[in-house]
């Protein structure tokens, strides 16, 4: 099946640094990828949409100059937690959709956490 | 936004068992589809159901969708301790396939 990859699994940094999280898609193209946030025992939060070539689309609430999104490529997003604070201190997921063949499912990186200190 | 709810947020049962978990949503969607999430890790996609069907399985999963009643289940029959983690349904928010979240059941099967 579709893997998806994200790297690191887990970061430490301190409070007014900037963290850059990957998610590539290992066997397929994907044009767009997704961004969730998840605190401890709740839900995924849906942060923005990244399509390749294009800019993230954030949803409400969620600062997009905090949470810079790129996808410069079929496989690769990223995103950069800018100045994080320890309020940013999350689990964050990314997926990507795929094309012809795939459209239906969406393929869940492992996740990355972040702890800021 | 979430768009689902689910009931119950926590399920404790015994191996052997069967586990059963709701989920309900607003809007009208194309598809709802399931997923398992270990402490601390990933998801994992179980199943989709579209729109037009009322029941799937796959596995000792069985998923029924109500469309009318804006609800779907998960049955996990003969439950192992395997089994244990949280379980999110998702529905599509658009055709780009964003999804929005239920907000979990988690499930603990003891042996």
């Known amino acids: 099946g579709a893997v998806v990859s994200q790297h690191p699994s887990w970061v430490i940094c301190k409070s007014g640094t900037s963290v850059k999280i990957e998610c590539r898609s290992l066997?397929?193209?994907?044009?767009?990828m997704f961004w969730y946030r998840q605190f401890p025992k709740q839900s995924l939060m849906l942060m923005a949409t990244?399509?390749?070539?294009?800019?993230?689309?954030?949803e409400q609430g969620v600062e997009k100059d905090k949470f810079l999104i790129n996808h410069a490529s079929l496989t690769l997003s990223t995103l950069t937690v800018t100045s994080a604070h320890p309020e940013d201190s999350s689990f964050y997921i990314c997926?990507?959709?795929?094309?012809?063949?795939?459209?239906?499912?969406?393929?869940f990186g492992p996740g990355t956490r972040l702890t800021v200190l | 936004s979430q768009q689902g709810e689910e009931d119950p947020q926590a399920l404790s049962i015994q191996e052997g068992e069967n586990a059963t978990m709701n989920c309900s949503y607003k809007?009208?969607?194309?598809?709802l589809q399931w997923y398992r999430q270990n402490s601390g890790r990933g998801l994992v996609h179980l199943i989709l159901?579209?729109?037009?069907?009322r029941e799937k399985h796959s596995g000792r999963l069985r998923v029924t969708l109500d469309t009318s009643k804006k609800s779907s289940s998960l049955l996990i029959t003969a439950s192992r301790a395997a089994d244990t983690a949280s379980y999110f349904c998702?529905?599509?928010?658009?055709?780009?396939?964003?999804?929005?979240f239920g907000a979990g059941t988690q499930v603990v099967v003891t042996p």
């Open positions: 997926s990507a959709h795929g094309t012809s063949g795939l459209t239906d499912t969406q393929y």
């Open positions: 066997d397929f193209q994907a044009t767009t």
């Open positions: 990244s399509n390749e070539g294009s800019k993230a689309t954030y």
């Open positions: 809007t009208s969607i194309n598809n």
């Open positions: 159901i579209r729109s037009n069907e």
């Open positions: 998702a529905t599509d928010a658009d055709s780009w396939g964003k999804l929005q």
